[in-house]
């Protein structure tokens, strides 16, 4: 698709996007950062897309923000290569569709951003993540306090985030950061599976359900139940709740047409 991105559709309505700068670990330089805006923008915008699974090419899902293409930036030229970067990452987060993250391996600083921005992530067992950014003089600047806060817990999101320690594998399933480890050759095989199988719900009910999820999560509970009541009252409604019920009682698969 890009010098930095591959875009494939393996399945109707289910993208695979990988990250290829294979030869940097996949790092994030400002080309990447401008090519993942321009494509999250373009995938949300598509009602076809049901699913997305986002990996990196090779042994690295993505090492973090490209450090040699920022050695020597000025003050100025980061302050705009960053401000590049949260257009890209609030993009991501805005897509209305799940994306998965198939962490194929380090998944460092930006790339473990990127990762916990997925709705899910699936890990391959040579799978490291880590925000090392405490040891650079910043801190996370793509919401990593904040999305692995709500992952795995305050107390140990601090100490992740203070001693800049990656977690492997095993350590990030057991944690609740990913939510399963597969072998390398299979991962990506197994998480568009998944993809696939969340392509075949009801497309209003999927979206429904990401929105009211992420939501719901910073909210009062009193407030969060009546947000999702607000939204099965919109679907219940729905010609694809009328198919889902009778495909039921047909005992056939349902068809659904997002309306």
Known sequence: MTQTLSLLE??????????SRPAQANALS?????DLNGLWHALAGDHNVRAVVL????RFFCAGADLKERDGMTDEAWALQHKLFEDMIR???ACPFPIIAAINGAAMGGGAEMALACDFAWASETAKIGLPEAGLGIIPGLGGTQLLTRAVGERRAAEML???????????????????????????????ARAELIAGKAPLSIRAVKSVVRTG???????????????????FVTNDRREGVAAFNQKRPARFQGN
């Open 55 to 58: 990996t990196g090419e090779g």
């Open 217 to 235: 999560a910073v909210l009062p509970l009193d407030q969060a139940m009546d947000l999702e009541l607000r939204a099965y009252n919109r679907l």
């Open 162 to 192: 203070m001693s800049g320690l990656p977690v492997d594998a095993r350590e990030a399933l057991a944690i609740g950061l990913v939510n399963k480890v597969c072998a390398p050759e299979a991962l990506v095989g197994e998480a568009l």
């Open 30 to 34: 400002t080309e990447m950062g401008r």
């Open 10 to 19: 393996p399945s109707p309505g289910v993208h695979l996007v990988t990250l």
């Open 91 to 93: 993009a991501q987060l």
